[in-house]
């Protein structure tokens, strides 16, 4: 049930917002129960002291979810952090990019660019495959990976033009991943990147913390001074309370990790994330008055974005989305067009009920 109720509303709102993005139910009445009194202790989650033996236990139960998720090997370290993930667009290369190093950027879409714009910030940052040609419409595949480059950063599902890699790519040098929009949507071999972050909004939490997994090995080799809350071996010391973290999307994340992990993991979010995307990609296909804007096997099974073929029928489709609670389904603003977010706490039905809503705007078209 990821249904989005609350005591004033009766009608299910089909929650296809791209990010802050959907949970599951659960995790909000688990959530709010939290707020009023957290497990019985008289006091609220929100006014307990980071270090009190029961938010240290929250910490450490998300660390431990994300790594058995994940199947994280010996030598990664699971950190939560602030800043968004835009912070590790500056993070990352003041992290892994050395003094007179250069560091590989694959460029295909918005935040890819906006990683890109950092890593210059450092050093020499090559951008050595791009999909801007065809705005943003598919994933590079013809490129050649310097290995003299420190490392590789990639994007791996590109939330605004609705593209995404499907696989771990192999890479002669140590890749770095921005997962922000697809993380824990499907298996990931973990020993194949040196550096995942996410900002937890889309599919591990509310908006408030970035998890990153990292090679710790790798680190503290730039030869640079590092601002100590840029740093991520200031993080790793310290357990992710170097500062005050933030406690309530860590617990929050944690409850919808639990979530996932009680549902079957990222088997079973790929597996529902397929079938999803599926029902909606068909009826794209088969129906003329929509079209899909991504190259098909590149297509995001997170955002899939469309466009309707007869432009005059949007505020009309508008209305009937209106009408049938779906909600969010507008494209970025620097697009246009529809996005329709489908993460894994969305279920199978809101799917469903937007595809009815199309077909119904055929049938009236004739
Ligand atoms: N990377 C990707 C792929 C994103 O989708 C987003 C946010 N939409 C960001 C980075 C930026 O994240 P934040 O807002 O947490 O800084």
Known sequence: MSQVLNPTQVKKIH??????????????????????????????????????????AVMEKAVALVKELFNVPAGYQVLFLQGGAST??????????????KAAYINTGEWAGKAVKEAKLYGQTDVIASSE?????????????????AYLHITTNNTIFGTQYKQDIDSPIPVVADMSSDIFSRPVDVSKYALIYAGAQKNMGPAGTTMVIVKEDLLGKTGR?????L???????K?????????FPIYVSMLTLQWLKDNGGVAFAQKRNQEKFNILYNELESNPLFKPTAKKEDCSVMNLTFVLTNEALEEQFNAMLKEAGISGLKGHRSVGGFRASMYNAMDTDSVKAL????????TKQG
């Open 15 to 56: 929650n296809f917002s791209a990010g802050p993005g959907i949970l599951p139910q659960e995790v909000f009445k688990q959530a709010a129960q939290a707020v009023l009194n957290y497990e019985g202790t008289g006091l609220s989650l929100l006014e307990m002291s980071h270090r009190s033996k029961e938010f240290i």
């Open 88 to 101: 590790q667009f500056t993070m990352v290369p003041a992290n892994l990019l050395p003094v007179n190093g």
């Open 133 to 149: 040609d065809q705005n943003f419409s598919y994933i590079p595949k013809n490129y050649t990976i310097p290995t003299d480059a």
């Open 225 to 229: 001074q590092i601002p100590t809350m």
């Open 231 to 237: 740093n991520y071996k200031t993080h790793i010391d």
């Open 239 to 247: 357990e992710s309370m170097f500062n005050t973290p933030p406690v």
């Open 355 to 362: 595809v009815e809503v199309m077909q119904a705007l055929a």
